[in-house]
């Protein structure tokens, strides 16, 4: 495996210390991306998790009780264009409860998730026989306080969740990685000392990509097909599922940057606006926005960006006019690259590759400033 490299973190941004909770949003937009159609007419009403839109495979609840009131354009998703269900919230939050049973078995485990019905939580357990079941704290965007803002404020039941977790896959050894510098988690680790004997910490050093299950199991010397790693926001959704039959319909997402004075982390609604997101945010006039991080997120331009399950974080940065210049033949993105690709040709030959893991390190480390991520992803347009 390449030697993993820590990033630098801009020394300019303050790191959100506050969470508030936005549940009272008087509108909500469902998605019609990627083929999925609508379940529900212009008129009808709907209770909260109830199924609205499909793609014929997977199923988008609605976030709130309320009532259909039409099917509007001008919204965006990822900056593209899209058109959306608008659901007018009735502030009545009328439950459909999910039939779901506490885990005692793999079986139920699976029948939990199956209802929970979240794509990439199902994905993350899709394992074998688990010798290792690891809760990862390691967050490799810097300044996304999500989950650790998961873990503090639900710890104990993350914990619970975990121990529960690793009892029904039968797990050998049950690990919490967290990085040797991350005061918040340590301290709220701390608080727990003793109360479960079979969970160990392990601390790493803060290395870039350790948030991902190769790069973590390779590092740690595990295999990673008998390895089950989770986040805290993947046994919170367990537990709330168990507790609550139904999944969470809020959002954890970090508001943070170099031109706000007010960072801070928003559980607000599912299919929100950014609109809603920025309600009370102070931030100075010639501001970028970005989406979901520095190293790997993407520019927005119009607050009319929808709010979903993979909407981590809001950056508000100062705009700066980097100028892209001439390629110095250094070889630095080449070597950084931890799948070993060579960006700079690929460039050059205008082909996308699709072993990149759109990590950003090659255009983190290119002294010319050249965006070689943003062409390995085929988005020229950026
Ligand atoms: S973004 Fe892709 S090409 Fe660039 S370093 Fe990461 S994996 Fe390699
Ligand atoms: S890091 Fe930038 S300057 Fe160096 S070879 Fe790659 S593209 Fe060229």
Do not use: W
Not at 206 to 235: I, Q, W
Request: glycine fraction near 4%; hydrophobic fraction near 35%; include cysteine.
């Amino acid at each position: 495996m390449k030697k993993l490299i820590r990033i630098d973190k801009p020394k300019d941004i303050v790191v959100p210390t506050e969470k508030k909770e936005l549940y009272d949003v008087d509108y909500i937009y469902i998605p019609l991306h990627k083929n999925f159609k609508p379940l529900v007419d212009i008129g009808d009403s709907v209770s909260m998790s109830q199924k609205v839109a499909t793609n014929g495979d997977v199923y988008l609840y609605s976030s709130i009780s309320g009532k259909v009131v039409s099917i509007c354009e001008g919204l965006y998703h990822n900056n593209k264009k899209i058109k959306a269900i608008r659901i007018e919230n009735n502030f009545k939050e009328k439950k459909v409860r999910f039939d779901v049973r506490e885990i005692k078995k793999l079986d139920d485990l699976n029948r939990l998730l199956n209802n929970i019905d979240d794509e990439q939580l199902s994905k993350r357990f899709v394992v074998g026989k688990v010798d290792t079941l690891i809760l990862n704290l390691f967050v490799d965007e810097p300044f996304i306080m999500n989950e650790t803002f998961y873990f503090i404020n639900n710890s104990a039941e993350i914990l619970d969740t975990l121990d529960l977790v690793g009892k029904v896959y039968k797990a050998s050894k049950i690990l919490i990685t967290v990085k040797n510098v991350d005061s918040s988690n340590i301290t709220s680790l701390i608080d727990f000392n003793g109360m479960y004997p079979n969970i160990q910490i392990k601390l790493l050093d803060d290395l870039y990509l350790l948030e991902r299950k190769d790069f973590l199991c390779a590092h740690m010397g595990l295999d990673k097909n008998r390895t089950l790693v989770v986040k805290p926001s993947d046994l919170y959704k367990i537990y709330y599922a168990m507790k609550y039959k139904r999944k969470p319909n809020t959002k954890y997402v970090t508001i943070v940057g170099n031109n706000t004075s007010t960072p801070i982390v928003k559980d607000i609604k599912l299919y929100s606006l950014a609109l809603d997101l920025m309600n009370g945010i102070k931030y100075e006039t010639g501001s970028q926005f970005i989406k979901n991080g520095l190293m790997t997120g993407s520019k927005i331009t119009s607050f009319n960006e929808i709010i979903d399950g993979n909407t981590e974080a809001l950056f508000i940065m100062k705009k700066e006019e980097v100028k892209e210049q001439k390629c110095l033949y250094c070889g630095a993105c080449l070597e950084v690259c931890p799948m070993r690709i060579d960006p700079k040709r690929l460039m050059d030959h205008k082909i996308t590759s699709k072993r990149c893991i759109d990590c950003g390190l090659c255009s983190y480390v290119c002294p010319s400033f050249i965006n070689l991520r943003k062409y390995l992803k085929g988005d020229k347009n950026e």
